[in-house]
């Protein structure tokens, strides 16, 4: 099989969402639909249930370039192919590479290499070898889709814990997560606080008690809509349980800023958890990786202080 790479990117780029040979962008589904997958199902959910979902046909083949999987949409069928040899781990977190990009982009092809780089490849040059497909259902055949995407889930590690919940539910759970489990603070942002700082949605602080252990203080603004509201939440329950492996440093003061702006979920990390907290607590999440910004330089930058 030939084919013609459009763009190559690796996973710290930001990835065009412009399909080749247009101009417009690639359109996405409204956010309030809730039977669609999203970035972070690639890495929650089992990568048997996650195919089955998208009607995938699993081959192993020997590739080109050093890449060690492809995925390629053919005449309605969604193909992944896997080089032979790779450890079950290797295999599967390359799966879960190519789901990651295809549920963000809907490229017709996309390859993984052995340093993680992705390509997202437009065109064919040849039609597929049918010696290829061999094993594969009829050109005609179409991918499965899942009614509901919160079905995937039930059973699993990752279901509600107490069924799907209103933002406002999810939002008390989490704020409880945060002040029962990690013993911190959780605390809607005060009034005097705002004006805020252009894109700054919470504020996560270190705070330290007379033992010297570290509690969580948290602070999230209350004039955004409450679904962005909960998934802040989300995010911030799972970056105070993770202070000590997050890949990046607070202010000063021990603060760390969290921007509003939502991206898609890549991989394992605080964004993944921030995901699968929020959907614990009974809210499907939309996109859950958040940034951590610098520290503001506006007058108004100064964090609400503790009870």
């Avoid at 490849?121 to 259902?137: H, M, N, R, W, Y």
């Avoid at 940034?291 to 007058?299: F, K, Y």
């Amino acid at each position: 099989m030939a084919l013609k790479a459009d763009r190559t990117v690796t996973n710290n780029a930001r990835v065009c969402d412009q399909q080749p040979g247009t101009s417009a962008p690639h359109a996405q589904p409204p956010a309030s639909e809730q039977a669609q997958l999203r970035a972070h199902d690639a890495w929650a959910l089992p990568v048997e249930v996650l195919g089955d979902a998208l009607g995938v046909r699993f081959s192993e083949k020997e590739l080109i370039d050093d890449h060690e999987a492809w995925l390629i949409v053919l005449r309605g069928l969604i193909v992944v192919f896997t080089v032979p040899g790779l450890s079950e781990a290797a295999r599967e977190h390359y799966i879960r590479q190519l789901f990651c990009e295809y549920i963000r982009h809907g490229w017709p092809a996309i390859t993984v290499d052995s340093e993680d780089g992705v390509t997202f490849v437009g065109t064919f040059l040849q039609e597929v070898d049918p010696k290829d497909c061999s094993a594969i259902d009829p050109p005609d055949a179409r991918p499965k889709r899942s009614k509901d995407v919160r079905d995937l889930y039930e059973g699993s590690d990752y279901a509600p814990l107490h069924g799907w919940r209103s933002d406002e539910e999810v939002i008390t759970a989490l704020r409880t997560l945060i002040t029962d489990a990690l013993a911190g603070t959780a605390e809607d942002m005060p009034e005097e606080a705002y004006p805020l700082p252009e894109g700054v949605g919470a504020l996560v602080a270190l705070g330290y008690d007379e033992q010297g252990r570290l509690h969580p203080l948290v602070w999230v603004r209350t004039d955004i809509p409450s679904g962005l509201r909960a998934d802040l939440w989300g995010y911030c329950a799972a970056l105070s349980a993770s202070l000590d492996r997050v890949d990046a440093e607070p202010d000063e003061d021990g603060i760390f800023y969290v921007g509003m702006e939502r991206s898609p979920v890549t991989g394992p990390g605080t964004a993944l958890l921030a995901a699968v907290t929020v959907q614990r607590m009974g809210r499907r999440p939309e996109d859950c990786a958040f940034p951590l910004l610098s520290r503001p330089t506006q007058a108004e930058e100064a964090p609400p202080q503790a009870a």
